[in-house]
């Protein structure tokens, strides 16, 4: 199992509305890195779900209920050639009791070289395991570690 972070801005598509939603297809990502990242993305990973530019913190947990597949808002390309862009499509799992704020993840010095913090703009990345376990634990109201 691989894992995950999304990111979005809450009042364009936040946590309520996913999980009002149900199931999302995450379309749109426009930067050929984050697109490799949806791309690797496998059924049954796990992705932190993060709330970006107004209050930052990451507020639950999501699951890949579907692989990568071309991304149906994309523009067409010329000459017919079939789009770059992909989506995957992700369930909401697990609300966190408690969001964890981008300051509480930047002050811990395990997650120093998360992706969160060394590639802030990217908008899907991958998360290592050990920094997913340290979230969640955050996430579900769990002792600060170390």
């Known amino acids: 199992m691989n894992y995950w972070l999304v990111k979005t801005e809450p009042e364009k598509y936040g946590w309520s509305h996913f999980t009002a939603q149900g199931r999302a297809v995450w379309d749109g990502v426009r930067n050929y890195q984050a697109r490799n990242n949806l791309a690797a993305m496998q059924l049954g990973d796990q992705v932190l779900f993060y709330h970006s530019v107004s209050n930052p913190a990451v507020v639950g947990v999501a699951t890949v209920m579907r692989e990568a597949y071309e ?45 969160l913090i060394k590639q802030s703009r990217l908008s899907v990345m991958p998360v290592k395991p050990d920094e997913f376990d340290q979230i969640l634990g955050w996430g579900m109201g769990e002792a600060r570690k170390g």
């Open 71 to 115: 991304d149906p808002t994309a523009p067409a390309e010329p000459n017919g050639k079939p789009t770059p862009w992909c989506v995957v499509e992700l369930e909401p799992t697990l609300v966190f009791t408690q969001p964890v704020p981008l300051a509480q993840i930047k002050a811990e010095p395990m997650l120093a070289n998360m992706g």
